[in-house]
């Protein structure tokens, strides 16, 4: 078929969504309508420069089914970003909000930055890239939130600029918004957090004790950072590795993770960090590790090293880290690494996302202990489902949590059948 999402990400998310689909039998027509995206956005983003120059950047959001509810996802600004990842990107949000069971489809958006923006030069952007966003969404059409190079400022800026056109406080338009304008406590935590839950759960399973075992975690920013954090003094573990953009630390006695962070603030990422030793960043995903989670870009995890990797429980932080050439490997070494599929793995953030959404509706607001029980609840059922069909239809838990959604977004389609 002739589209526009030429990409490896969209690649990858496709071969997926074509194994499962072969797995669960579905027509081809049905195919069709539940792979490719229903709605793509491409806008020009003019922003006026620190040095009074003028840039365009360019921007995409992509729906990928409006079956299910309104759709819902992240943002991303950086220099992977291409119409195709975001589509890929869009996709896995609608198996991974179906298989949480929340009423969304799935959506992405981006923004490609290519260099270093200082403050002002990012609200500029963000409250463009929102503006030109205005036709396209709404707090029940499309709600955004934060990924890869967006935080709680920029959801603020985006709620600002969206309000400030609506002529009210649109608090529900945005989620990972700060607490005082309508945020919820525990979102900032909740991807991270979800995984540590999710690796304490692989871990009973398996009845392998995490406490003194070692973990090695890549990307050290809102996912990984958290999830470094819950590991280490949650549950004991020595932190071996970590990496951001810039590069990658070892440290066999286990890395400081508050100072690695305390480093990362005051200095801007990792460079020059006193607690560990540099090391080649291809090294650090084939440690000998109790647990690995990759929490930055997708496609570390190819068939080049996927037979090199030595942990026990595979925790996928990160969207679409491991690509389908490196599943073939895995599902061969099964019994020697417990994959916990994105789909699953990183849901914490849409939950709580949507719990954000919920409370923004209502004005009603929760404590941090209904968040965090709610969301745990919610990743315990998911869980459940994932590992017994895997279990029962003897597949890899990516194939049984990926079948799990796209079932679900199959039946909300054939319900509604087609139009006119
Ligand atoms: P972030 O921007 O807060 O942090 C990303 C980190 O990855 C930074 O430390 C950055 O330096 C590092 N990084 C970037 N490129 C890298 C590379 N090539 N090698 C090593 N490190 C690299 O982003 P985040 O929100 O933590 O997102 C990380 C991943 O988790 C992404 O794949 C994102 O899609 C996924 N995710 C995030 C959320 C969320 O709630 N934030 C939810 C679900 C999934």
Request: overall charge neutral.
């Amino acid at each position: 078929m002739q589209h526009i999402y030429s990409d490896p990400t969209f690649q990858m998310a496709t071969d997926q969504f074509d194994l499962v689909a072969d797995h669960l039998q579905i027509p081809k027509d049905l195919r069709d309508r539940l792979k490719f995206p229903k709605r793509s956005i491409g806008v020009s983003v003019p922003v006026r420069m620190d040095d009074g120059s003028t840039q365009v950047f360019q921007g995409y959001r992509v729906q990928h089914t409006l079956a299910m509810g309104p759709t819902k996802g992240g943002t991303r600004f950086g220099t992977t970003v291409t119409i195709g990842e975001v589509a890929a990107l869009a996709m896995w949000m609608s198996w991974k909000c179906a298989l949480a069971g929340l009423p969304y489809g799935g959506a992405k958006g981006g923004v490609y930055v290519d260099r270093k923006l200082s403050l002002n030069e990012l609200e500029h952007l963000s409250r463009r890239y929102m503006q030109e966003m205005i036709p396209f969404i709404g707090p029940h059409i499309d709600i955004i939130g934060p990924d890869m190079g967006t935080n709680e400022q920029v959801m603020a800026w985006f709620m600002d600029t969206y309000s400030a056109y609506m002529g009210y406080s649109v608090p529900e338009i945005v989620t990972g918004k700060p607490v005082g304008i309508g945020g919820t406590y525990g979102r900032r935590e909740a991807t991270g957090r979800g995984v540590v839950y999710l690796v304490e759960r692989a871990a009973h399973l398996l009845k392998m004790k995490l406490a003194d075992g070692r973990a090695v975690v890549q990307g050290f920013g809102n996912v990984g950072a958290v999830a470094a954090q819950g590991l280490a003094y949650k549950n004991g573990m020595k932190i071996i590795g970590i990496s951001d953009v810039a590069g990658a630390y070892y440290n066999d006695h286990g890395i400081d993770i508050r100072a690695a962070e305390r480093y990362a603030l005051d200095h801007g990422d990792l460079t020059g960090f006193p607690g560990a030793e540099p090391i080649p960043a291809a090294d650090l995903l084939t440690l000998r590790c109790d647990v690995l989670v990759p929490a930055a870009v997708s496609g570390v995890i190819h068939g080049g090293n996927a037979s090199k990797i030595q942990c026990r429980i595979l925790a996928e932080g990160a969207n679409g880290p491991t690509t389908v050439d490196a599943d073939r490997v895995l599902l061969e070494r099964w019994n020697e690494v417990f994959v916990i599929p994105d789909i699953l793995c990183n849901a914490g953030g849409v939950i709580v996302s949507y719990f954000e959404w919920v409370q923004s509706l209502q004005s009603l607001f929760w404590n941090e202990t209904e968040v965090v029980d709610r969301l745990f609840r919610l990743l315990e059922t998911s869980f459940g489902l994932v590992t017994r069909r895997a279990r029962e239809e003897k597949i890899p838990h990516r194939t049984a949590a990926l079948a799990i959604g796209l079932e679900r977004v199959m039946k909300a389609r054939q319900s509604r059948g087609l139009f006119p």
